[in-house]
């Protein structure tokens, strides 16, 4: 099997082995480490994930992985939840922020940050400040597609 098939098999055997209907599978990465190989598993869930849902993962997924006999030597499996570092990439991901402020960067270099106020069928909401030379700030709604997202990582406010 390659590493390609490798991280898809074990994507498909975690999103198969969730919870529920409320957790979600965020991303998968297979690389080699200093010793063997180390298996990255992010998930989340509507209302968050907890340490026990991480664990019932981890220790599914290292049964699933002895039993295939997937790796020729060491591994290690790190189950866990996005950090606020981590890009919102699915609409699902989105939803779960809507009213936290985003920094969203679209593939034309333009950067926007502001609240998300929505999320649509086709992209995000953002409610935006804007000011003019020589007028007043104003709050402008904007719609972005998801097609025209490079990256949109939540912004942590320490206020």
Not at 3 to 25: C, G
Not at 85 to 103: A, C, H, Q, S
Request: hydrophobic share 40%.
């Amino acid at each position: 099997m390659t590493h390609l098939e490798l991280q898809k098999a074990i994507a498909d055997f975690i999103e198969a082995h969730l919870p529920d209907e409320n957790h979600f599978l965020v991303n998968v990465t297979v690389k080699p480490a200093r010793v063997g190989a180390k298996v990255t598993i992010l998930a989340d869930a509507d209302e968050g994930i907890t340490i026990e849902a991480c664990a019932s993962m981890s220790r599914q997924l290292n049964a699933w992985l002895e039993e295939g006999n997937h790796f020729e030597g060491a591994y290690t499996v790190e189950v866990s939840s996005p950090g606020t570092d981590f890009p919102l990439n699915t609409p699902r991901m989105f939803r779960k922020n809507i009213g936290r402020e985003l920094k969203v960067v679209l593939k034309t270099g333009d950067t926007f940050v502001g609240p998300l106020t929505a999320v649509e069928i086709t992209g995000i909401v953002l409610s935006v400040k804007k000011k003019e030379k020589g007028k007043k700030q104003i709050t402008e709604t904007m719609t972005i597609g998801f097609e025209q997202i490079a990256k949109a990582v939540v912004q942590v406010s320490f206020k």
